[in-house]
């Protein structure tokens, strides 16, 4: 019954199988996929479906401390649990890697209707303060204009 819930679909990214045709991809991968296709997305970068994707894109250049990991956690448990029904989402861990300049973003699910725990972990890499103040150029100087001109 669970598998004929998961169903199949068109592999991300698409490409072609073995004889030419459209590759697809059912049961875990095929959640998988959705997965790290509504995290990658940010919203309001589908036209036809604005609201779709999640949030963390809001945060590539947020400080990595311990508030934007728990803002990233919120986000990705709102975003799963709207646009994929499919799972229960048990926890998001949240790990910085600031060296990395990544943040290392584990999803803990249950495919709904079934007690088989699942993981998987999706890379989110940030421009910290640290990195966009390494040899980036700041802004330019406003130029002044003398009174009287």
Do not use: K
């Not at 799972?87 to 890697?97: C, E, N, R, Y």
């Amino acid at each position: 019954m669970a598998e004929e819930f998961i169903g199949r679909g068109w592999a991300f990214p698409v490409r072609t199988d073995a004889t030419g045709g459209i590759a697809m991809v059912e049961r875990v991968r095929e959640i998988e996929e959705a997965i790290r296709l509504i995290l990658g997305t940010a919203p309001g970068e589908r036209p036809m479906r604005p609201d779709f994707g999640c949030g963390i894109h809001d945060q590539v250049f947020a400080p990595m401390d311990a508030t934007t990991a728990g803002h990233i956690a919120h986000q990705v448990r709102r975003a799963l649990e709207r646009w994929e029904p499919r799972i229960d989402v048990q926890d998001v861990v949240v790990t910085l890697a600031p060296e990395e300049a990544t943040i290392w973003i584990d999803v803990r699910f249950l495919i709904s209707g079934s007690n088989s725990p699942r993981n998987l972990v999706f890379p989110f890499y940030v421009i910290g303060e640290e990195a966009a103040g390494s040899g980036l150029p700041g802004p330019l100087p406003v130029p002044t204009v003398p009174e009287g001109q």
